[in-house]
């Protein structure tokens, strides 16, 4: 996995709560068996105006001009600012794919869904918390100032303005190890393999018919 | 000490290593994989050249792309080469890798949350996951079950465990009885309505009280199915008499020795008298009305004798903003009554209400009724081959043939439009599903999340209608 450190970029707001995963790239997009491609479709439904289809050529599609990536301002933008609930429904790690396909490398929002926030981890996209107050600001700067850009450092649990003001996060220290080295989930618990087999044996005196063979 | 949690029983028997950064290494007992989010993780296991931990504890079947009809020509049945190529790699990667899978044409094909439990790989005190937020449905048993991401689904192929934090222990007890033609989905939209969608965040819900105890099986899955749309991605229910017998017989469940022996452990899985929970949301159950959700987000709801609200009511701006902007999407004026929806389309199916019960109930409402001539389409989706067997048995099919529903194969279907099953723009749809987000069934198409009964009785009129004038 690509380690997470510190990043600075342009902030774009997404100004809506309960932004749902199908929002963040609609169903028939799931049905790639790739990890990778799902950028041109982020947000697809609100980006252009027609319905979008796979393997189109989304460079030919009509925009939607009122859609905040759609403004030049936005285009390069790798700092998402949201609201509450961001990423709920589906547990479709297709989002954060999609979000990292365009570019995005954090998203700042007052509250996430569970399973999205989790996704995110596993792909070297960081989500991140502020007080609702914070968040606010943020977007109220970056509405104000075009070329708005944050700095999120993982490190020292930050994000800070262009004016210099420093606002800290929480993340739990075990995820935050792994963005910041990259490293592979798998590898880790592989590391407690003894660990693993000694639950099963142990489980298998408690509870046989857990291990009945289904095939 | 106060007791344990439901909650806490099943994660303190799942433990594998507690970790000192606050992490856990949770043991995972059961699997089940689909078509959409498996293909990434088997090929993650090939690229870094790992098999999986443990076979038998996986179970897949194709369900969000295939097809409802022509189920007979198998995978040549899917037109749309994408997701046929996505349904073959499923196939592939479980030939490859030995998983046993329920392929296209096997009559035990479903939906992967009606498959488990019908199968009995749904096993009380299980720890579940799934590629799918909907895996909570499995919590009606007694399980440690939630959805997680295609990289979760990689790591317990690879080690048969995940890495967690312990969730927040919350109960939402539902008291009483419920009214006459009240069921488990009306149940779960209230609860969603009055927590919203993100009141169950970081939490594991216990439900209980006399109305969750009083249900079957199939209203308690109902309910635990719905979990997710309140937040929570793992929702329970205490096992008790109902569960077990059940369980009882199925494929998968233990016989002789093994069953007194799972027995006399399943009858401990319930939260001690002295348990305490961080937060307790308790709700009447005779105050429970039919519900129709009337906006984008599953808190939208309204019983079905209410009206669409009005956002200048609305103080909070975030939320007035939110509701202007859900009307405008599903094309409703504000203090517009609920009865005075019209409908283009029904739809009952989905891993929510697909079940047999679910069948029978709509069944109920619209025999010897006629689907409304201004309806386009009316169609019942069963959850899987072996539902829809039961139903025929039954003469089910029958009923919804001669009142002008479609009968189909059984699959994932209009919940969420991966295969051809799909709303047209602006049109409005009474489902049995659980979502009605933006472009959920269809680009631009408009769902209300309703009960079998409710969706039925919208068949039979148009509109909706409180069940209850029909049928008592």
């Known amino acids: 996995m690509r380690a997470f450190t510190q990043h ?25 068996i790739k990890r990778t491609g799902f950028g041109p479709n982020l947000f697809d439904e609100l980006r252009y105006l027609d319905e979008g289809k796979p393997d189109q050529d989304c460079s030919k599609r009509p925009l939607n001009p009122d859609f905040v990536l759609n403004q030049d301002r936005y ?32 998203v700042i929002a007052p509250s996430f869904a569970d399973i999205f926030y989790n996704n995110c981890f596993k792909n070297g996209l960081l989500p991140i918390v502020l007080e609702e ?67 099963e044996s142990s489980r298998k005196q408690t509870a046989p018919w857990l291990f009945n063979a289904s095939n | 000490m106060a007791g344990k949690t439901l909650y806490d029983k099943l994660w303190d028997d799942h433990l594998v290593k507690q970790r000192d950064d606050g992490s856990a290494l949770i043991y995972i007992d059961r699997q089940l994989l689909h078509e959409v989010t498996s293909p990434q993780a088997f090929e993650g296991l ?36 994408v997701s046929r190529t996505q349904v073959e790699t499923l196939d592939k990667n479980c030939d ?45 048993f007694g399980c440690l079950a939630h959805g997680i991401g295609t990289s979760e689904v990689e790591h317990v192929l690879a080690t048969q465990c995940l890495v967690q934090k312990k969730m927040k222990n919350m109960l939402v007890k539902v008291n009483g009885k419920l009214g006459p033609g009240v069921t488990g989905k009306d149940v779960v939209l209230a609860i969603i309505g ?64 093994q069953w007194d022996q799972a027995v006399e452990y399943w ?98 409402v619209v025999k010897g009724r006629k689907v409304a001539p201004s309806l386009k389409q009316a169609m019942v989706v069963p959850g899987s081959g072996l539902v829809k067997a039961q139903a025929e048995q039954e003469g089910l099919d029958k009923v919804f043939i001669e009142a002008g529903l479609e009968w189909r194969d059984p699959g994932c279907s209009m919940c969420l439009a991966m295969n051809a099953d799909k709303l047209g723009q602006g049109e409005h749809c009474a489902s049995t599903s659980n979502r009605n987000f933006e472009g959920r069934q269809g680009f631009g198409g408009r769902t209300h999340l309703v009960s079998p009964a409710m969706a039925a009785a919208a068949a039979v009129t148009g509109h909706f209608v409180d069940v209850r004038e029909l049928t008592h």
């Open chain 2, 96 to 140: 490859e890798f030995g998983i046993l899978e329920f392929k296209i044409k096997d009559q035990r094909q479903g939906i992967v949350h009606v498959i488990g439990p019908e199968q009995g790989a749904t096993l009380p005190g299980m720890s579940i996951v799934c590629g799918d937020s909907h895996t909570s449905t499995h919590g009606a």
């Open chain 1, 133 to 199: 107050e914070v968040v606010d600001k943020l977007f109220r700067e970056t509405e104000e100032t075009e070329g708005y850009e944050l700095t999120v450092d993982l490190e020292s649990k930050t994000v800070t303005t262009p004016s210099g003001e420093s606002f800290g996060f929480e993340v739990d220290d075990f995820r935050r190890h792994c963005l910041l080295n990259g490293l592979d989930d798998i590898g880790v618990t592989l590391e407690d393999a003894d660990a693993i087999r000694e639950y």
């Open chain 2, 194 to 257: 009055k927590i919203g969608t993100a009141g169950g965040t970081g939490y594991a819900i216990e439900f209980g009280g006399e109305a969750i105890q009083s249900l079957s099986m199939e209203g308690r899955m109902t309910i635990c199915n719905m979990s997710i749309e309140a937040g929570a991605r793992v929702g329970m229910v205490a096992v008790d008499d109902t569960t077990i017998n059940y369980v009882k017989g199925r494929p998968f469940a233990p016989t002789e020795a």
């Open chain 1, 8 to 32: 600075k970029g342009i902030a774009a707001p997404m100004d809506r709560s309960n932004v749902d995963t199908d929002m963040i790239i609609p169903k028939q997009f799931l049905k790639s």
């Open chain 1, 75 to 106: 285009k390069n933008a790798s700092v998402l600012l949201a609201r509450a609930n961001f990423g709920c429904g589906s547990s479709r790690e297709h989002a954060p794919w999609a979000l990292d396909d365009f570019g995005f490398r954090a």
């Open chain 2, 46 to 81: 090939r690229i870094a050249g790992r098999k999986p931990w443990r076979l038998d504890a996986n179970l897949a079947t194709p369900d969000h792309n295939v097809p409802t009809v022509d189920r007979e020509k198998g995978i040549d049945g899917i037109v749309d080469p």
């Open chain 2, 267 to 364: 009858n401990t899985l319930h939260s001690d008298a002295d348990a305490v929970f961080d937060k307790v949301v308790e709700l009447e159950g005779s105050e429970i009305k039919p519900q129709v959700s009337w906006g984008t987000s599953p808190e939208m709801v309204a019983g079905v004798d209410g009206s669409v609200p009005d956002p200048a009511r609305e103080e909070d701006p975030i939320k007035r903003e939110g509701i202007v902007r859900a009307l405008k999407y599903m094309g409703l004026e504000a203090n517009q009554k609920i009865t005075d929806i019209q409908l283009d389309r029904v739809f009952i199916g989905s891993c929510t209400n697909s079940r047999i019960e679910d069948l029978r109930e709509a069944a109920a």
